[in-house]
């Protein structure tokens, strides 16, 4: 009997021409003595949107927060092993955390604007660097706006408090806020799950726009959306020493329609108790 | 103890006992067709024509299923691959249906008129080919790979029937034009009987589908 | 189980009737005793209002005071020395007030952080005359004499707990993800805390400045040892002889600032205890007066909190 092959999904992976953009080498994170997450390897292509996902637990946003040293906030958190942005290791002693903040931005669960005018919102990360004219802020604010989808509606009413805007339009001004800076890298933990349906499509069509300048890493814990928005997919679990670990790191769709491991199996149908 | 998507699971049970339930009928279909043609039963085949109306309505009644499903449940992975395939079988049997359909539909045709000699191998042909076709069904309910892999090497046996009965029905009109009629409805009976083993190799390779993700085709090693 | 509704709702129309009645006789008892103690602020507003009212008059509030027997004058002086002592306690309480709060806020744990909670406690309680003896000690003694200065030093500290404690609770009600979302475009701890977690806070922190300020405005005893009294403070006269004599401004605000100076609960004390008649009439006036500056002052923060709350609605 001879075989003929029809088709299977090629590996990304083995694509040598795309960039990576994050690389993770062996990273381990405590908390104080507790391992959080052992061994983790990863490459983030450039310009497209991986997603991590995982039960609850397991880890996800301690990697998400290594990116962008987020986890230097907390006293107790020490990590091992080199995380490289752009093919440098962000953990170095001479880095400065500011300009790795400036490069990484982050998008949070529950939209976080400051109480302040969406103008003041928006421009408060430029001004920090030092832009100080008003027309170039006025700039970067429409630039910004427009990028997250939100000019539109708020065009005339800069000067409104950004708390004033429903969920959904605050969630856009905070990725508004974070593209204001100019990163290459936009971090968002679970950006959607604060959100209404409709809320939620509209950030998931506005990723699909952005990951054509940014590089985009999403926590979800919903699966349907890793599976609609992200082109590949990282599946978490902890061990039995409660360390979190990544299981299988694959084309989206290759995970959603034949993982390789049965533990991402019996978590992306659903048996996962 | 009830698992977490034991709502999920009730369906996908069901499902696969619809699908053997359309097999078993279509199986039947085969077997009554090729028997009615034998005895010439007219009335069998009418009765056989009448009970593919409900084998086209029971494919439909499972793809309508599988599609909710999907649309409710978002399968994901084998889950996926399986309602997939329920999907490509029910339509597989259906077809298979028509081919019983018609043989009826020959044997109505024929008549009054007596059967040619090499008729006699279209029953064996036929029990060989509802064999195989009952044996990928079972397969495919037990994600049996293995013998997914083997079922399609009895096309040959089928496909050797074929061989046989269409040199004989040659021999024959060359020497006597006049069962040129009789010949042709033989060679469509044998040619029927033929493509349901085809349809079987689809299934087996839907077996493997579910349990690897993987799409191959199966070829015997009598395709050229 | 149908045997434990039954009895449930057998109870029931029992028990109606006595929850009905324990209600009736609750809300009397509890309505009773609001109107007992609200006789205490009503007496005492009316009591102010009748015997402190004649003494208000346009002149109260514009006039010096005139020697006895001649009637009439005002309290101008006590006033004029209620808002520069009330100005200069804001000046130095606000600052280390509110700076030692964010330590705390940020580092509640360090040995500093636990140390000033405690000693925030601590100074809450201590009785206000002792701060005014304290302020004698390391103001007036050191400069010779009385002044609005020490009266300030001396209000100050009185004011910093609560300043410290409300500036503190506020900044601990930002939520932290304000602070994180501040952080992660890179942002320095302290311009998050300037830019950010103040402003947040904000709102609370002026309220409880406003409250604290009103408090202080009404001491009595930390006054004593510090500004003294001093029916003779002209404000007006200081500034126009200031000018014409080509005083420089610093020249000038230290004239107003390092002299005796009079504060409205100071001149109620003193005149409450003359044995003068049209003294002690005006004693009542200036209690008055004081019961509508609390007043005031909290109309002001309501106002304000209103305000600010409208604004964020946008």
Known sequence: MTITYLSRETMPKDEQDHPVMVKVEDLNVFYGKFKALSEINMQIQARKITAIIGPSGCGKSTLLRSFNRMNDLTPSARIEGKIYLDGQDMYQRDVDVVDVRRRIGMVFQRPNPFPKSIYDNVSYGPRLYGIQKKRDLDDIVENSLRQAALWEEVKDKLGVSGLSLSGGQQQRLCIARALAVQPEVVLMDEPASALDPISTLRIEELMHDLVKDYTIIIVTHNMQQAARVSDFTAMMMIDDKRSGRMIEFDATNTIFTNPRDKRTEEYVTGRFG | ?224 | MNNIKNIIEAQGLKRKQRRKTANAIMLALTGLLTIIALIPLFWIIGYVVIRGGKSITPGFFTQLPKPLGMGGGGVLHAIEGTIIVSFLATLFAIPPGVLAAFYAARNPNTPLGIALRFGTDVLAGVPSIVIGLFGYAIVVKPQGHYSALAGGVALAILMLPTIIRTTEEMLKLVPASLREGSLALGAPEWKTSLSVLFPAALNGIITGFLLSIARAAGETAPLLFTALGNERFDLATIIKGGIAGHQTIFQILGRIFDQPIDSLPLTLWKYAQMPYPERVDQAWGVALVLMILVLVTNMIARIWIEIRKKRLRG
């Open chain 2, 1 to 224: 103890m009830m698992s977490v998507r034991s709502t999920f699971e009730t369906d996908i049970q069901q499902l696969k006992d619809e699908l053997l339930t359309l097999g078993s009928i279509v199986e039947q279909q085969i077997l009554n067709a090729v028997a009615a043609l034998e005895k010439r039963d007219l009335e069998g085949s009418k009765l056989i024509k009448e009970t593919d109306i409900k084998v086209n309505a029971k494919r439909y009644a499972i793809e309508q299923k599988v599609l909710i499903s999907i649309a409710t449940q978002q399968p994901m992975a084998h889950d996926l691959r399986l309602l997939a395939s329920i999907l490509e079988i029910a339509g597989e049997l259906e077809r298979i249906g028509d081919y019983a359909k018609g043989i009826a539909t020959i044997n109505l045709r024929m008549g009054e008129e007596a059967l040619l000699k090499p008729f006699n191998k279209i029953p064996p042909m036929a029990e060989k080919a509802v064999n195989m076709l009952h044996r990928s069904l079972t397969a495919f309910i037990n994600e049996d790979i293995n013998e997914a892999r083997r079922i399609p090497a009895d096309d040959d046996v089928v496909d050797g029937y074929y061989q046989e009965i269409y040199q004989e029905l040659m021999n024959l009109i060359i020497e006597d034009h006049n069962t040129m009629q009789k010949t042709n409805w033989l060679i469509w009976t044998a040619h029927n009987l033929e493509r349901v083993a085809d349809r079987v190799t689809n299934i087996c390779e839907r077996t493997v589908f579910t349990a690897t993700g993987e799409l191959r085709e199966i070829r015997s090693s009598s395709d050229s």
